[in-house]
Structures are given as C-alpha cells and as structure tokens.
C-alpha cells in the first residue's frame, strides 16, 4: 500500500456560498407591531408637549405663551432624538448578519450549471489518463485516514458548517451521499441523517438497502443505484466545494497533484488493498479542482 502523501497548501479559495441561512432567529423587531410601538413611543413626546402647550393656554397664566413654546419644544427635540434612534437601530436590523445570508445567486446559478445533466462525467477524462497505470505516476497525493493531511478530501470529513444541499444541512459528504439512496423523510433516510457518525450513517445504508424496504429509492436495487451514484457524488462534492472553506482549500493546495483516495477496501470510489481500484473519488476531486481554478464552483 502506498503511504498517504502530505502536500504543501500553496494557494487558497474563497467561498462564494455563504453559511445557512438562519433568519428564523432574527428579532422581532423588523415585525409590523415592533414599528408600531416604536412610532408611537417616538411621537408621544411631541403629544405630551403640545398637550401641555394647551393646557397653558387655556389656564392663561402669567407668562403662558412662554411656558406653552417651552412645552411643543422640549417634546419636538425629544421626538426628534427619539426618532433619530429608532432610525439608526432599523437601519443596522436590516443589515443581514454573515449568518443571516441567504447563498448568493451567483453559488446557486454556478451550482446549477456544474451540475447539468453530463456534467458529472468530467472526471472520466482523469480515470481515461491515469487508469489502470496510476500507481506508477510520481506526483500522486492520497488521502483517506483521519488525522493525516487532506481529511478534508473524505467524505468523511465534518467541515465547520453542514453542507448544504437540497435545502437540507448535511454534516458530511456522506451523510447525503448514503440519504440519496432513500426517499427523502423515510424513516431509513432520517435515522441515516441524524446519525452522528458518517461511518455509521454508511454502514446504516448499506444494512437497510434491500429491495424489500420500502424506505429505498431504486427499488433498493444495486445495479440500479450504480446507475445514479456517480450522479450524486459529483452533486455532493460540488456542494462541498461551495460550503466547505477547508476542503476547498486544501484541494486547490494540492496543485498539479494527481488525487486518489488510499482506502484499502473501496474497488470504486478508492484504489483498494493493490492500487489496482478505480479510484473515481480521487478523479472527481481533480475535476473539482479545475472547476475552481476556471471560477464554476
Ligand atoms: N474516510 C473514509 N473512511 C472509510 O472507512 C470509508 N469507507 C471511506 N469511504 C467512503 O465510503 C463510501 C462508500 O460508499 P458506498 O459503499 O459506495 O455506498 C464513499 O463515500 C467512500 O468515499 N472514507
């Protein structure tokens, strides 16, 4: 087995999808009845003046006049200062805080093109090069176990905020990788979901896609499943790319690299016990990659 090879981060991406959206815990008080209440305690200054102003010319004491102005303008300035307050606190309410952006439009337009129907076949160009003969190529990173360098490549890596897809938070990769093979709010789907480990979220898929679940998508059917599943990884490792900061950055760091995750196990996704595996995750990355470095991810 070939070791796993660290390489130099040397230059890094930005994200243009922001984190999700979280304006349910916005306050109150942009709410119809919070401006009420803030109209009407702004006002009641100016009232309270202008009614004592009345009351002095009606009782008409000595000096009256003086008294009456007194009171319209200690009311007016308060009012005035009052609303001057109530402006500046609307204005910073509607400055939308980092957690309150929604993703831009232009990580939705880029996600929604990356992934057109087809797309997803661009890291067939990479499995075409370097297939079967990737083991002897010198500029090969791999990546695969957790605490050495470009965990971050694994579908089992917890970035700092879930990955959004679909309008769901995915804690991992795999997480929505093994979800896609159920219906969506299946009792299979939520237990995979909610897993907290990705491993087990993995395992949990792999014991429950039968075709006598109901639960499954693709009649639990394997082959059927082999038909999609490139489908998904690609629309799974796009999201990352546009979500998680660490693995966008550390793929971009991998240069020239030619990518292949070291599983001993994995024929497909990896390069298995003999290197002789398919390593299609190690492809997607690279495809990833260019994706990046052209501005469509
Ligand atoms: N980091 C890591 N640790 C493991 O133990 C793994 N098995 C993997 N591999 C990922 O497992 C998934 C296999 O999915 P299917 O069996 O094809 O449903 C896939 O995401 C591999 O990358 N990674």
Not at 179 to 201: E, L, Q
Not at 233 to 250: G, P
Request: charged share 15%; proline share 7%.
């Amino acid at each position: 087995m070939n070791p796993t090879h660290s390489h130099p981060i040397t230059s890094t991406g930005t994200s243009p999808h922001a984190p999700p959206d979280d304006s349910k815990n916005a306050t109150s008080s942009g709410s119809w009845k919070g401006f009420l209440v803030k109209v009407i305690k702004t006002a009641l200054p100016l009232v309270l003046g202008c009614l004592g102003a009345a009351a002095f010319s009606v009782a008409a004491p000595a000096g009256w006049a003086f008294w009456a102005g007194a009171c319209i303008l200690t009311g007016l300035v308060t009012t005035l200062y009052l609303g001057y307050r109530a402006l500046s606190e609307y204005k910073i309410d509607k400055i939308p805080t980092a957690s309150q952006t929604p993703p831009t439009p232009s990580a939705q337009n880029l996600l929604s093109a990356a992934n057109k129907s087809g797309k997803h076949q661009a890291y067939q160009i990479y499995k075409n090069q370097y297939h079967p003969t990737l083991m002897s190529i010198p500029d090969k990173t791999g990546f695969y176990d957790k605490g050495q360098p470009l965990y971050s490549l694994t579908n089992y890596h917890k970035g700092q905020n879930p990955i959004t897809i679909d309008g769901v938070g995915w804690p991992t990769a795999e997480h929505y990788f093994q979800c896609a093979k159920f219906k969506v709010g299946s009792s299979s789907w939520s237990t995979i979901k909610n897993n907290p480990s990705p491993d087990h979220a993995r395992v949990h898929a792999g014991n429950h896609f039968k075709p006598h679940n109901p639960d499954c998508l693709h009649g639990g059917n394997g082959h059927a499943w082999g038909a999609e599943k490139d489908r998904v990884m690609w629309k799974t490792l796009t999201h990352k790319a546009v979500d998680d900061l660490q693995y966008r950055t550390e793929l971009i760091g991998t240069g020239n690299s030619v990518l292949f995750e070291n599983s001993p196990v994995d024929y497909y996704w990896g390069i298995g016990q003999n290197g002789s595996g398919q390593n299609t995750l190690g492809y997607m990355h690279m495809a990833i990659r260019d994706m990046i470095r052209r501005g469509e991810l």
